[in-house]
Each structure stands twice: as structure tokens, then as C-alpha cells.
């Protein structure tokens, strides 16, 4: 096989099926809200959350990010973060708990790169509080 044939073969399987699908998914989402909700930083923002369908939610969003053929109908992001003062610090940190959870979970650097880029580009729909300037 060519290089070319490699990338075509590896192209026609989407991150979502490469990773195992849905359970897959699911398992990477419960660990990740584990990691964000014993986090001192992040938890205040879940109190009064209703994880169950909020963990429904992130599962349909990184499926989508993934090529899955689940579609996320959840409220767009802006509107779903607004007026919680989420600081960039905590972005990164709920961006630092999602590659822990995918690392943890064996998925390969390369897709863990691809579907993080993709949360990462969210940060503007979701940061109310930007870095401190130094």
C-alpha cells in the first residue's frame, strides 16, 4: 500500500468508529465530568446541574466533533455559557481534563489532536473572562 491509499483507508473511518463509537464516547465523557466535578476550579460551575442529561448533551457534541452519526441538539454554546464567567484559565483546565479522559481512555494522540482543536475553537462561544494581560 502507497502512503496515499494508508490516508484514503484512513479517511473513510471517522474518529468516532476508530475510537469504538458510542460506548466509547460515553465512557471518555462520564471520566471527563469526573475529572471536571473534583476539580476545585471548575466544580462551582456544575452545582445545581443536572449531570445525567448534561453528560447526554457532551456525548451527542463529541460524537458530532468526531464523525459520528449522532448530531448535537443542544442550545448553542454562547447561549449555554452565558453570564457564568468562565475564565480562560478554567477552559483550559476543562480542555486539559478532556485530553486526560481521551489519553486514558487509549485514544491515539492524532484524534485526541483533531477533537481537541475542534473544543478549542469553541473558546470564544464560552470564555467570558479572557486572560490576564501580562
Known sequence: MTSLDLQTESAAQSDYAAVGGAPAITAVVNRFYELVLGDDLLAKHFEGTEMARLKRHQVALV????GGPV???GRELRAAHANMGITAEEFGAVAGHLIAALT????PSEIIDRTVGAVAATQPDIVEVPAAQA
Open 71 to 73: 448530531a448535537y441538539e
Open 104 to 107: 486514558e481512555a487509549g485514544v
Open 63 to 66: 460524537s458530532q466533533v468526531m
